[in-house]
């Protein structure tokens, strides 16, 4: 089976984890990069998801290059931790505008072909503290919660379409983003976590993998956890 699938912020971490896996199961797969060079044996398309115009762009040469989209991983994401009394309003619009809006930009350029191809598989990934919530990151843990009402919308709006809709929701992954935490804020957490350690980018990447794979074909509206047991019940 070889589709034509893109994975946004796939240059690296756990969106480049998932680039390779869905390119191992034979996929032709896409990546949106910003800075740096595009990873080797993978489609790079430079694109800022904030910036509609150049999604749109980004779509055209995928479908130039590799046909239609038919399954599409919102995965980029941005940081910017701090405290609400110190968060300003662009801490919090920025970051609402990478994760959420960045994720509804590329979820409607990518229907318009899959409505007319009646299938398609769209993923977002979004986090466990979208969920439970995470002191210092407000701007981050709305946009990551605004996922899952998106997601459970589109599942709504798109399910007679055949596209399935469905979120991811990692812990705490090896990845950039994680090694910025200091030793003792690693080991508090592993300390919460049932597994008692972080996830590997392969991990999250593997249950992408399946979601977006014809056995996943009833399942949409779901939010999968990939936490170690961290989120347990939320
Ligand atoms: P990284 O910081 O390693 O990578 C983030 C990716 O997003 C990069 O490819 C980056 O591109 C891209 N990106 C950021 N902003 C934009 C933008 N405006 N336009 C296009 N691309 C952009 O993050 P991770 O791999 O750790 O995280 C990937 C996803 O998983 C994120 O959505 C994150 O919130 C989520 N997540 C991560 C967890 C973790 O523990 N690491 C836990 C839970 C969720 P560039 O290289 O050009 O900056």
Known sequence: MSRSALVTGGNRGIGLAIAR???AGGDQVAVTYRSGEPPEG?????????DTAQVDAAFKRIEEEQGPVEVVVANAGVTKDTLLAMMSEDDFSSV??????GAFRVAKRAVRSMMRRRSGR?????????LLGSGGQA???????????LARSLARELGSRGITVNVVAPG???TAMTAELDEERQTAIKSNVPLGRFGAPE????TVRFLSSPDAAY???AVIPVDGGLGMGH
Do not use: H
């Open 21 to 23: 896996e869905l390119a």
């Open 42 to 50: 993978l489609l790079g398309v430079n694109c800022d998801i904030t």
């Open 96 to 101: 609402l505008d990478t994760n959420l809006t």
């Open 122 to 130: 769209i993923v977002l990934i979004s986090s466990v503290v979208g």
């Open 139 to 149: 701007n981050y843990a709305a946009s990551k919660a605004g996922l899952v009402g």
């Open 172 to 174: 705490f992954i090896e």
């Open 203 to 206: 991990e999250v990447a593997k």
């Open 219 to 221: 399942i949409t509206g």
